[in-house]
């Protein structure tokens, strides 16, 4: 079905009014806690969702709301919002200008929706399901370099990884003596739009949320990208692991990672 355009209109406005006070307060005294022993929470991330729970709960009130701060509100409804209110949180904590926005519209549990802001370079990445994908309303395209070894790519590393280091140093090890480069920016929906956008050929991650990949990897796919899981399988938001690339280099990087 084609989504109402308010839908989308709410999206972008969501988005940017998020990247709005993300930048008011950047650079800022803010308190910062912690969930766990490296995963960090601001009152940013607070302050953002309450702002996009009111604003679904003032136009949609009959609309579902997954957040990662705040979990699931949940009415049953065919429409639900997957939005990461501050994507890069430790990124932001530290000063480090690499942080989003990324929210998410589900119809009967299909992406049909997505958009992802970021505010330190104003650019604003957004898709549709089946009709394509934009950087500040231009055509995305994903790259055409067909071999890892002519590829940038980019990964992150799960906050328990201190845990158990030694596969993840393996797998990292393994895609870094093929590949032409491989970065670590801290932000997967931004590691993904910069895939949609042809600046990196490849993503991978193995232990995200819904809320960190739902939008961008819908940018991804309608840039003409290929998404699955790390196993080569359908991908499934729900089961954290992903792989998100230009599409040529798609079967060669997860041979690379298996």
């Not at 709960?57 to 409804?77: C, I, K, M, W, Y």
């Not at 429409?79 to 480090?96: I, M, Q």
């Not at 980019?154 to 393994?174: A, C, I, K």
């Not at 819904?210 to 089961?239: F, H, K, N, Q, S």
Request: proline share 5%; net charge negative.
């Amino acid at each position: 079905m084609t989504p109402d355009p308010a839908l989308l209109a709410t999206a972008i406005e969501a988005v940017v009014r998020a990247g709005e006070l993300q930048m008011a307060k950047f650079n800022t005294a803010i308190r910062v806690d912690m969930k766990g022993a490296i995963d960090l929470v601001t009152e940013v991330d607070l302050e953002v969702e309450r702002m996009f729970r009111a604003m679904v709960s003032e136009r949609f009130p009959d609309h579902d709301v997954l957040a990662e701060e705040q979990g699931l509100s949940s009415t049953g409804s065919r429409f639900r919002w997957v939005f990461d209110p501050l994507d890069g949180t430790t990124n932001f904590a530290h000063g480090v200008p690499i942080f989003c926005a990324s929210l998410a519209l589900e119809i009967d549990g299909d992406a049909v929706i997505g958009a992802v802001y970021d505010p330190n370079r104003r650019e604003l990445f957004t898709a549709e399901r089946g009709v394509g994908a934009w950087l500040n309303g231009q055509p995305l395209k994903t790259s055409t370099n067909a071999a890892v070894l002519e590829s940038m790519l980019v990964t992150g590393f799960p906050y328990h990884v201190q845990d158990s280091p030694d596969e993840f140093l393996r797998v990292f090890g393994q895609v870094l003596r093929r590949a032409r480069a491989v970065r670590r920016l801290g932000s997967a929906a931004i590691d993904m739009c910069w895939v949609a956008a042809g600046r990196m050929e490849g993503f991978w991650e193995a232990s995200l949320k819904p809320w960190d990949t739902r939008a961008a990897a819908l940018i991804v796919e309608e840039a003409g990208g290929r998404v699955t899981g790390m196993d080569g399988g359908p991908w499934d938001p729900d089961a954290g692991h992903i792989v998100a690339t230009n599409g040529p280099i798609h079967e060669e990087l997860l041979l690379i990672l298996l």
